[in-house]
C-alpha cells in the first residue's frame, strides 16, 4: 500500500480530466472509453481517410504503370491486330488492337511472368471473350485486357471473358463510353478498374477473391478513380479476401466522381467497405445487398442518394457518411455492428429500418436533419445522437421514428411542454426549450434515457430506463429537478452532467452499470440527495467505474446517499470546490470510499466508510477540508490516507481499521481535535474533543487508555511528531440513562409527534410505549395520536452489555379537540421582526403572529427567539376562557464583537 499506491492515485487523478475531454466513440463495451458522451466526436475510430489516401495510391500507380509500359513494350504483349472488315475476326491471345473493329478471343492463354492478355489502343473496339480466361501469374503484374492509349479513346466494349491471378482482370483509362459486361474475375488483386473514364457501363459481371494473401494487400471488385456518369448494376462481388484483418479490401471503390449510379449489386464476405465513394457527388446507390463486411456503405460527397439497400453483418457500420450531403431512405440494416452512422449536414433520413446490431442503430452528428418514419429494433443502443454545440441539435426529428414500436420525442425551443404516459416515448430529447415536465415514463436502449440541452428550469420525477448508455445526460442546462428515477444497466453512466447548474437530484437510484453512476464536469450548484449507485458491474476489467465522478465541479453536496461496489472508488473528486458529503453511506468498493485531489473547501460529515479495499478516505494535495462525526471501519488499507495535504479538522471520527492512518510526505499536517466542548460524540461520550482510536483487536489507543472522567482519554495520542490527537475520546461509560423529547406534545388530532432519543451510554435496542396501546423499536419513532386525551410515554433502553434504564413521563401528550374546555385560555402574542419563534415553558408553539387557543390556564414563562436577535423572555398569566394578548415586543439584535 503506501507511498506506491498514493503515487499511483495521483496519477488515475490526471486522467480523470482526460477521461472527460477523449472524444472517442468507439462503442466496443469492452475497451470503450465512453466519458462524456455529449462531448463525443463521432466519426473515431471508423473508416479512416488513410484506407482511401492507400487506395488512390494504389490505382493511380496501376494507371500509369501500365500506360507507360504498353507504350513503351515493356509488358509482354502479342502482335498487334488489325481489322478486317466489319464483321467479327477471331484473335488470339496476347495481342494488341489498334484499329476499330468486332473481336471474338479463341484461346485461353496462361502468362509467364509480367504481362497482358489483350491491349486495346484506340476506340470503336469491340470484344467477345468467348469465354475464354486470361491466366496471370499473380507475383507479377499482370492485366487481362488494358485500354488506354497516349490520347482518350472512346466507344470500348468488352463482354463474356475471364481472367484470374491478375493485378486487375479489365483496366479501362481515358475511356468515354464503354461497356464491360458479363465478365468473371477471381483471385485478381482488382477485377476491372476505370480512371479518368466517362460513360462506362459495369453490369453483370463477377469478381471472386484471393484464397490468401499477405499483408499489405490490397483487393477491389470494381474500382474506379476522376469517373462520371458510371453505371455499376447487377454485379456480385464476393469473398475477396480471407480477413480484413491484414488485407485491405472493398468490394466497390470511386474517388472523386460524378453522376454515378451503382444498382442491385450484390457484395459478400469478409471484405473492408462493401461499396466506399470519396469525393464523389451527385450519385446513386440503390438496392445493393451487402453482406459481411466491416462498413456496407461508406461515403464522402454531395447530393447524393443512399436507397432500399439491404445490409446485414456489418462488423463496424451498414452505412457510415462522413462528410457531406444526402437522401438516406428505405434501408434495411440489421445483425451487425453499428446500422446508420452519420456526421454530415443537411441530409433526410427517413423510412429505414435498423435491427440487431451490436451497439448502434442510428447514429447522428451535424446539423440540420430531418429523420422521420425511420423503424429501430432490437439494437442495444438504437439512437445516438451525438453533438456539444447547440447546432447539433438543429434538427427536424417527428415521432414517426419508433424505437421498439415507441416514439422517439424530440423537442426544440419548446416551452412549457409535459411528456407523460400518454407520449410513451422510448427517448426524450429537449434542446433549446424552458419550463419543462417530463414524468411517469419509461425509457431504454438508447443514448440516454433523457437528453437536455441548453434547457432551463425542467421537472422530471418517476422515470425508468433500462439498458441505455445512460439514464440521463444534460450539457448546458439549469434549474433542473431530477426526482425518484431509476437507472439499471447503463453502460457509461447513470447521470451525466456537463457544464450544468443548479441541478438536483432526489431519490435517484443507478444499479448494475458498468461506467460512473454519477458524472459531474465543470458544473456548479449540484445536490445529489438520497440518491444511490450500487452493484457496479465488474465485468469490464479495463474501465474505470466510480460511484460518483466530480470533475472541476463546484457547490456540490452529496447528502444522505449510498456507493457502493465500485471497481475503483465510490466517491471521486478532482479539482473540486465546496464539495460537501453527509449523511452517506460507501463501501464495498475496489479501491476507495471517498477519494479526492487538488481540491479545496472539501466536507464529510455523519458519514459512514467500510469493507473499502485500499481506504475509506484518501486526501491528496489539497488543503482547507475538514472530516468530522464519520464512521470508518474495515477498510483493507487504511482508515484515511493523506498525501501533502495541509489546513485540515479531523475531529470526533470513529476509526476502526487495522490501519486507522497513512501519513505521506513531511507537509502532510492536521489538526486532529477541538477545544474540550461538552456536547455527545461519537461514541456517546459527554464531551466532543478528538476522535475515537480504536481497531478490530480491540487495542486501539481509545480502547486501551483509561477515561480521565469527562470523556477524554487520559493521555494525548501521537501520530507523528507533527500530527497529534490531544483530545482522544474515551470508551463511553457503559451506564444507561434513558431521555427523550418531542418536536410537540399538544394538539388536535390526529396528532403527529416525532420522539427524539437523547440518551446517554451506548444503547443497542429501543422500547417505546406511547400510552394509547402502541409501541416501537425504532430509536428516533414517529407516531400518530387520534384519539383525544393525555398520554404518558416510557423509553426503556438496552445497552451493549445488556444493562437497562428506564424512563416515564407521565401526561407527556395532550391531544384536545380544540374547544376551550376545562382552566384554559387564549394567547396573543406579536413580535417585530415577525416569525420570531415562541415557546410556552421551553416548549414551541408556533410563530409570530400567534393566535393559540390551548393554552393552560395561570402563569407561565414565555420566550421568543429569532436569528441574529437577543433572546426575549417574561412571564404571562393565562386566564381562564379569556384571550391574554402580550404587547408586540421589539426584538433587539445582537451585538457584533470585532
Same mark, same amino acid.
Given at each position: 500500500m503506501g507511498i506506491q499506491n498514493m503515487n499511483w492515485y495521483l496519477g488515475i487523478c490526471v486522467t480523470i480530466v482526460l477521461v472527460g475531454c477523449n472524444p472517442a466513440l468507439g462503442l466496443d463495451s469492452a475497451g470503450m472509453d465512453t466519458s462524456g458522451f455529449l462531448c463525443s466526436n463521432l466519426s473515431d475510430n471508423l473508416f479512416s481517410q488513410n484506407i482511401s489516401d492507400a487506395t488512390l495510391q494504389h490505382l493511380l500507380n496501376n494507371y500509369k504503370v501500365l500506360q507507360t509500359n504498353i507504350r513503351t513494350g515493356i509488358l509482354k504483349t502479342g502482335p498487334v491486330v488489325m481489322s478486317s472488315g466489319t464483321g467479327w475476326q477471331n484473335i488470339s491471345l496476347p495481342a494488341v488492337i489498334s484499329s476499330p473493329g468486332n473481336y471474338r478471343i479463341i484461346n485461353d492463354y496462361s502468362a509467364s511472368g509480367e504481362g497482358i492478355g489483350l491491349a486495346i489502343t484506340c476506340s470503336d473496339v469491340h470484344i467477345d471473350g468467348g469465354g475464354h480466361t486470361f491466366r496471370g501469374t499473380p507475383e507479377y503484374e499482370c492485366y487481362g485486357i488494358g485500354a488506354t492509349s497516349d490520347a482518350r479513346i472512346s466507344n470500348i466494349t468488352v463482354t463474356n471473358y475471364n481472367t484470374t491471378g491478375c493485378t486487375a482482370g479489365i483496366i479501362f483509362f481515358g475511356v468515354d463510353r464503354g461497356e464491360i459486361s458479363d465478365t468473371h474475375h477471381v483471385n485478381t488483386a482488382t477485377g476491372i478498374t476505370i480512371g479518368s473514364s466517362e460513360s462506362v457501363n459495369l453490369s453483370d459481371n463477377t469478381v471472386t477473391g484471393i484464397s490468401e494473401g499477405k499483408s499489405g494487400s490490397e483487393i477491389y471488385g470494381i474500382a474506379g478513380i476522376d469517373v462520371t456518369s458510371i453505371h455499376i448494376g447487377s454485379n456480385e462481388i464476393r469473398n475477396l479476401s480471407p480477413s480484413t484483418e491484414y488485407i485491405t479490401s472493398v468490394g466497390i471503390f470511386l474517388n472523386n466522381g460524378t453522376c454515378l449510379d451503382i444498382q442491385g449489386n450484390k457484395i459478400t464476405g469478409s471484405i473492408n467497405s462493401g461499396i466506399s465513394l470519396t469525393d464523389c457527388n451527385n450519385s446513386e446507390i440503390l438496392g445493393n445487398e451487402i453482406t459481411g463486411p466491416s462498413y456496407g456503405i461508406s461515403f464522402q460527397g454531395e447530393q447524393t442518394e443512399i436507397s432500399d439497400n439491404r445490409i446485414l453483418s456489418a462488423d463496424m457500420a451498414g452505412i457510415y457518411m462522413s462528410d457531406g450531403q444526402g437522401i438516406i431512405r428505405n434501408n434495411t440494416i440489421g445483425t451487425g455492428t453499428q446500422g446508420i452512422v452519420l456526421t454530415i449536414d443537411d441530409s433526410v433520413i427517413s423510412d429505414n429500418t435498423i435491427y440487431d446490431n451490436l451497439q448502434t442503430g442510428l447514429s447522428i452528428l451535424g446539423t440540420n436533419l430531418t429523420l422521420t418514419q425511420n423503424i429501430l429494433i432490437n439494437n442495444t443502443y438504437n439512437f445516438y445522437m451525438d453533438g456539444n454545440r447547440d447546432e447539433h441539435y438543429l434538427h427536424h426529428i417527428d415521432r414517426t421514428n419508433l424505437i421498439n414500436g415507441k416514439p422517439l420525442v424530440y423537442i426544440r425551443n419548446g416551452s412549457g411542454v409535459s411528456i407523460g404516459p400518454a407520449d410513451n416515448p422510448a427517448m426524450v430529447i429537449v434542446a433549446s426549450s424552458n419550463n419543462i415536465i417530463i414524468?411517469?415514463?419509461?425509457?431504454?436502449?438508447?443514448?440516454?434515457?433523457?437528453?437536455?440541452?441548453?434547457?432551463?428550469?425542467?421537472?422530471?420525477?418517476?422515470?425508468?430506463?433500462?439498458?441505455?448508455?445512460?439514464?440521463?445526460?444534460?450539457?448546458?442546462?439549469? =434549474?433542473?429537478? #431530477?426526482?425518484?428515477?431509476?437507472?439499471?444497466?447503463?453502460?457509461? %453512466? @447513470?447521470?451525466? /452532467?456537463?457544464?450544468? !447548474? +443548479?441541478?438536483?437530484?432526489?431519490?435517484?437510484?443507478?444499479?448494475?452499470?458498468?461506467?460512473?453512476?454519477?458524472?459531474?464536469?465543470?458544473?456548479?450548484?449540484?445536490?445529489?440527495?438520497?440518491?444511490?449507485?450500487?452493484?457496479?458491474?465488474?465485468?469490464?476489467?479495463?474501465?474505470?467505474?466510480?460511484?460518483?465522478?466530480?470533475?472541476?465541479?463546484?457547490?456540490?453536496?452529496?447528502?444522505?446517499?449510498?456507493?457502493?461496489?465500485?471497481?475503483?472508488?465510490?466517491?471521486?473528486?478532482?479539482?473540486?470546490?465546496?464539495?460537501?458529503?453527509?449523511?452517506?453511506?460507501?463501501?464495498?468498493?475496489?479501491?476507495?470510499?471517498?477519494?479526492?485531489?487538488?481540491?479545496?473547501?472539501?466536507?464529510?460529515?455523519?458519514?459512514?466508510?467500510?469493507?473499502?479495499?485500499?481506504?475509506?478516505?484518501?486526501?491528496?494535495?489539497?488543503? =482547507?477540508?475538514? #472530516?468530522?462525526?464519520?464512521?470508518?471501519?474495515?477498510?483493507?488499507? %487504511? @482508515?484515511?490516507? /493523506?498525501?501533502?495535504? !495541509? +489546513?485540515?479538522?479531523?475531529?470526533?471520527?470513529?476509526?476502526?481499521?487495522?490501519?486507522?492512518?497513512?501519513?505521506?510526505?513531511?507537509?502532510?499536517?492536521?489538526?486532529?481535535?477541538?477545544?474540550?466542548?461538552?456536547?455527545?460524540?461519537?461514541?456517546?461520550?459527554?464531551?466532543?474533543?478528538?476522535?475515537?482510536?480504536?481497531?478490530?483487536?480491540?487495542?486501539?489507543?481509545s480502547q486501551i487508555h483509561t477515561d480521565r472522567g469527562d470523556s477524554i482519554c487520559d493521555a494525548p495520542y501521537l501520530l507523528n511528531e507533527k500530527n497529534v490527537d490531544y483530545l482522544p475520546l474515551a470508551v463511553p461509560s457503559k451506564e444507561i440513562t434513558p431521555d427523550f423529547i418531542a418536536d410537540q406534545k399538544s394538539g388536535l388530532p390526529p396528532l403527529t409527534v416525532r420522539f427524539t432519543d437523547r440518551s446517554t451510554g451506548i444503547l443497542t435496542q429501543w422500547n417505546w410505549t406511547f400510552g394509547d396501546g402502541t409501541g416501537s423499536h425504532e430509536q428516533n419513532p414517529v407516531h400518530i395520536y387520534t384519539g383525544i386525551g393525555r398520554y404518558s410515554v416510557t423509553l426503556e433502553g438496552t445497552g451493549e452489555n445488556g444493562n437497562q434504564g428506564v424512563l416515564r413521563k407521565g401526561a407527556y401528550i395532550d391531544v384536545n379537540s380544540g374547544r376551550i374546555t376545562g382552566p384554559k385560555g387564549m394567547l396573543w402574542v406579536d413580535s417585530t421582526p415577525e416569525n420570531g419563534s415562541v415557546f410556552i415553558d421551553e416548549m414551541y408553539i408556533g410563530l409570530t403572529p400567534l393566535r393559540a387557543s390551548v393554552i393552560h390556564a395561570g402563569g407561565h414563562q414565555i420566550m421568543i427567539t429569532s436569528e441574529g436577535y437577543q433572546n426575549w423572555s417574561g412571564t404571562v398569566g393565562i386566564r381562564q376562557n379569556q384571550c391574554t394578548y402580550v404587547p408586540r415586543v421589539m426584538l433587539r439584535k445582537k451585538y457584533q464583537y470585532i
Open positions: 414524468q411517469n415514463i419509461t425509457t431504454g436502449a438508447n443514448m440516454a434515457g433523457i437528453v437536455l440541452a441548453d434547457v432551463t428550469n425542467a421537472t422530471i420525477s418517476n422515470v425508468s430506463d433500462t439498458g441505455s448508455m445512460a439514464g440521463f445526460g444534460a450539457s448546458r442546462s439549469k =434549474g433542473c429537478n #431530477l426526482s425518484d428515477i431509476s437507472v439499471s444497466k447503463s453502460m457509461a %453512466y @447513470g447521470f451525466d /452532467l456537463i457544464e450544468d !447548474s +443548479d441541478v438536483f437530484l432526489n431519490r435517484c437510484q443507478v444499479s448494475e452499470t458498468s461506467g460512473f453512476g454519477y458524472y459531474l464536469l465543470d458544473s456548479k450548484n449540484i445536490s445529489i440527495s438520497s440518491c444511490n449507485s450500487t452493484d457496479i458491474r465488474r465485468d469490464y476489467p479495463l474501465r474505470q467505474t466510480y460511484g460518483v465522478l466530480i470533475d472541476n465541479s463546484s457547490s456540490v453536496l452529496i447528502h444522505n446517499s449510498i456507493f457502493s461496489n465500485s471497481r475503483n472508488s465510490g466517491i471521486s473528486a478532482y479539482k473540486a470546490e465546496k464539495l460537501a458529503i453527509t449523511k452517506s453511506d460507501i463501501s464495498h468498493n475496489n479501491e476507495y470510499g471517498f477519494v479526492c485531489a487538488r481540491s479545496t473547501h472539501i466536507s464529510m460529515t455523519n458519514s459512514t466508510l467500510y469493507d473499502n479495499t485500499f481506504s475509506g478516505i484518501a486526501l491528496a494535495s489539497q488543503s =482547507g477540508y475538514s #472530516l468530522n462525526r464519520n464512521i470508518i471501519y474495515g477498510n483493507d488499507g %487504511y @482508515g484515511l490516507s /493523506l498525501v501533502d495535504v !495541509s +489546513d485540515g479538522l479531523i475531529t470526533d471520527n470513529h476509526f476502526n481499521n487495522t490501519r486507522n492512518i497513512e501519513l505521506v510526505s513531511e507537509n502532510t499536517t492536521a489538526m486532529w481535535n477541538t477545544t474540550l466542548t461538552q456536547g455527545r460524540n461519537i461514541v456517546n461520550g459527554s464531551n466532543l474533543g478528538g476522535n475515537f482510536w480504536a481497531d478490530p483487536d480491540g487495542q486501539g489507543f
